[in-house]
């Protein structure tokens, strides 16, 4: 029976990551891709959700090759049919701050330097007390932890699941639209994507206020209406 | 279906206001299409009249406080006198009137972080988003299908309202015309219709339009084409137009006119709109 969980996130800590860098101005976009949100909410190689993976592909604290395996980590989500949209900001405030960094041991070697490369840069982050939303799709119901850790600083998050939609109603070949960003490699494969906005950011690009065509979930609460497409699973580019 | 999508970006470094011309941004655009389908880069670059896609010139987003959002000027920047700093948010429209471009760049809207970045000059430019979908901030952006745009027209609004955005000029046998005739512009509207649209509009007639406001300006355009024998300066109008349509006129002619009024923002209107001229708006009238 499938579940849908809506969920909220509220920043304890300011949140950073590169969604681009500009020359030395290292900016982070309010939105979360889906790929950092499966590992920050742990369902990455986790025992409890039937999603370890192989030893040459285990996801640990220390990585020696710190190349992202999103293809064999993901797919095993696939296979339990967990999957998580990415979140949207509903308030958030950003702060630029500047950072450089210096030797300062007490001894230093003098050497001469071929290249004079200042090390200093501005980064914009996402602010404390900044929220967002996202789903999470699944055949089996989830446990949320109260606590995650994002981004680059690892900074801490408060997650509370806000609605939990038990078996929501199934609806084949409808058009619709979706405020929500989707990450588009996982919903054009099963849909017809007419219409929607590019956020440009790595490892793909986010799409929102989509208009699509096919099957859906339709979920009503409160007066309120939501829409996600059904069967968004991950896909991968060849 | 057409498609009018604005490309928000920023630059790393400085672009010198020779490179933030129409014939750059044409050529950034092919570049971009070439990286993904090269057979269909050669066919639009070899298209001669009413090509299958529209460009504006470049426009810097002007700076805004937080609680207000910055606001889309009714006449747009046409050329730039000065080098655009780096770091200056920038837009860019591009709009698509075959039926088929969108889907077949659909890899380029979604593989917006290439190998190799877009240059403009010597810079290199970061492309944070493409609108696609119609933006409360931002009137250049939309999309809608052939069919919508004729089921939704007014089949009884006798005023249309036009926002000339960037210079719009017409070619009168062996010269250029500046001046925005009811004929010339719906003309040129139809042409543009009847070539990607594959609706016939019946009905379609322009002896009754006439014109009754309009606040015009002319500016002149230099695109500096470096060839032998070529005009470079082009004289474009800009500004407010109103027509209305006046007597007895059939429900069909005012229903043509209506749906070729609101797809003035795709196909834009007159010469050279493939290197930033003949932008314009359709305004919504108040008395419809």
Known sequence: ?238 | MPYSLVFNFVPETLIPPDYATGRHLNALFITAVNAVDPELATSLHEQKITKAFTISPLQKIPPSRRDSPPRIPEILQAQHQRPIAPQTPCWWRVSLLDDQLFGRLSQLWLNLNPRQPWHLGAANLHITSILGTPQSTQPWANACSYEDLYETASDSNRRLRFQLATPVAFRQQKYDSALPTPDSLFRSLHNSWKKYSGIELTGFATENIFPSYFNLQTEILDFDFRKKGKASKFIGAVGRIDFRILGDVDSATIKALNTLSNYALYCGIGRKTTMGMGMALAIESRRS
Not at chain 1, 34 to 42: D, K, P, T, V, W
Not at chain 1, 211 to 231: F, I, R, V, W
């Open chain 1, 1 to 238: 029976m499938t579940q849908i969980y809506r969920c909220h996130l509220e920043l304890h800590d300011s949140l950073y990551f590169a969604t681009r860098e500009i020359g030395r101005l290292y900016e982070t976009e309010p939105i979360l891709h889906n790929y950092a949100l499966c590992y920050a909410l742990g369902f990455i190689d986790n025992p409890r959700y039937q999603t370890q993976v192989d030893s040459e592909n285990d996801y640990r604290y220390f990585c020696r090759h710190q190349v992202p395996q999103y293809q064999a980590h993901l797919t095993k989500l696939n296979e339990q049919n967990i999957y998580v949209t990415p979140a949207r900001s509903l308030t958030h405030t950003a702060v630029l701050n500047t950072w450089k960094y210096a030797d300062n041991r007490y001894h230093v070697e003098m050497q001469k330097t071929q290249k004079n490369i200042p090390s200093f840069g501005r980064t914009k982050e996402i602010a404390p007390e900044s929220q967002f939303e996202f789903f999470v799709i699944s055949a089996n119901p989830i446990t949320f932890p109260k606590w995650i850790r994002l981004g680059k600083w690892m900074s801490k998050a408060e997650l509370s699941e806000i609605q939990h939609f038990n078996n929501p109603q199934r609806r084949e070949n409808q058009q619709f639209t979706v405020p929500y960003p989707l990450n588009p490699l996982d919903v054009m494969f099963s849909h017809h994507v007419i219409q929607f906005d590019t956020i440009n950011m790595p490892p793909v690009s986010l799409i929102r206020n989509v208009k699509l065509e096919g099957c859906c979930y339709h979920m009503s609460q409160d007066n309120q209406t939501l829409t996600l497409p059904a069967n968004m699973t991950y896909h991968f580019q060849p």
